[in-house]
């Protein structure tokens, strides 16, 4: 008997279902779906350009650590190379045997050294500079992405999948779409669900 009513009540909302299909505008609905179109279009470009600026943001900091290292390399050769010609210096002026010439050229090389350790300075500060100008902006635009959607993105996934959590108020929601075998508006639709929009 149960089964029953419960029979009924699916014919009724399926009935009531068609009711409202045909009693829609089929132009409200082409724009309806042209809208949700357009927003998954737009957020597909913007995971795109999210994706790029963190892949982006790892290049610059790989590239950025690895000089750092050189540089820090350089600098402790450098250090070691002047601690040496300082302390030939101090060996030769207390022998008191160098000649004339030899004293220049060993403070010649002694200066060089001191310019090229104030060059790798120089160096130095301008990549930290270039470091902490460049990546906090990007982060920051990724985290402007998540505040808005509560969705955070794997990056690592294959070109049709799209794979992250959605952090609601109450629950996180894994989302794992494999965007080849559905139409892109209700991928759209699905990602959209996930908006609340109590702003």
């Known amino acids: ?6 029979f009924n009540d699916l014919v009724e ?12 505008q ?3 609905l082409r724009q309806v779906k042209d809208e949700h179109q357009a927003l998954f279009e737009n957020h ?8 790029q600026i963190l892949k982006d943001v790892g290049e610059i900091e790989e590239r950025a650590g690895q000089m750092l290292l050189d540089m820090e390399e350089e600098k402790t050769r450098r250090e070691q190379e002047l601690q040496n010609l300082e302390e030939q210096l101090r060996q030769a002026a207390a022998k008191s045997q160098m000649t004339d010439s030899e004293l220049q050229f060993l403070q010649k ?14 160096l130095q500060s301008e ?3 270039d470091t902490t100008e460049v990546i906090p902006s990007a982060i920051y635009v990724a985290q402007v992405y998540y505040l808005i959607t509560k969705i955070k993105w794997e990056y690592d996934t294959q070109p049709n999948v799209l794979k992250g959590v959605h952090y609601g108020a109450d629950l996180a929601t894994p989302i794992n779409i494999d965007t080849s075998t559905r139409p892109r508006s209700d991928v759209s639709d699905q990602l959209w669900g996930f908006v609340s929009t109590e702003w």
């Not at 597909?44 to 994706?51: A, E, G, L, P, Y």
């Not at 002694?110 to 300075?121: K, Q, W």
Request: aromatic share 4%; net charge negative.
């Open 109 to 122: 090389e002694f200066e060089s050294l001191r310019s090229a350790e104030h060059e790798l300075v120089t």
């Open 1 to 6: 008997m149960a089964l029953c009513q419960k």
């Open 13 to 24: 909302t399926g009935e009531g279902l068609v009711a409202f299909i045909n009693s829609s």
């Open 127 to 129: 990549v930290d500079e």
């Open 26 to 28: 089929p132009e409200k």
């Open 44 to 51: 597909m470009k913007t995971k795109k350009i999210v994706t």
